[in-house]
Nanobody, 125 residues
């Protein structure tokens, strides 16, 4: 089993910044992919950003590209999401998820084995 614990959410004004963390514990995969998803009120959960643990390769949704940065700290088994220039439409519950090696697209949610409990991000206008 893998446990994922997100932290860092909160309330911020438009144009501000927040940094989310997702700490992983328990079983580890030799090649992880860790991904942030988000779910806004009344909307489906959507892909935000992903990182391959070993290589550090990243990929972003168009809606956050240039504003958000995903990174990881191998020693702490933690992935981060630095969110800058936040917009009201970024308001959502943010979830981190992890999976091992898979040929499935990184945005495909059912391909992820473990999920965190989510952290609320609210951006006021």
């Amino acid at each position: 089993q893998v446990q994922l614990v997100e932290s860092g959410g909160g309330l911020v004004q438009a144009g501000g910044s927040l940094s989310l963390s997702c700490a992983a514990s328990g079983r580890t995969f030799s090649t992880w992919r860790m991904t942030w998803f988000r779910q806004a009120p009344g909307k489906e959960r959507e892909f935000v950003a992903t990182i391959i643990w070993s290589a550090g390769s990243t990929y972003y949704a168009d809606s956050v590209k240039g504003r958000f940065t995903i990174s990881r700290d191998n020693a702490k088994n933690t992935v981060y999401l630095q969110m800058n220039s936040l917009k009201p439409e970024d308001t959502a519950v943010y979830y981190c998820a992890v999976r091992g090696t898979s040929s499935r697209p990184s945005w495909e949610q059912p391909s992820y084995n473990y999920w965190g409990q989510g952290t609320q991000v609210t951006v006021s206008s």
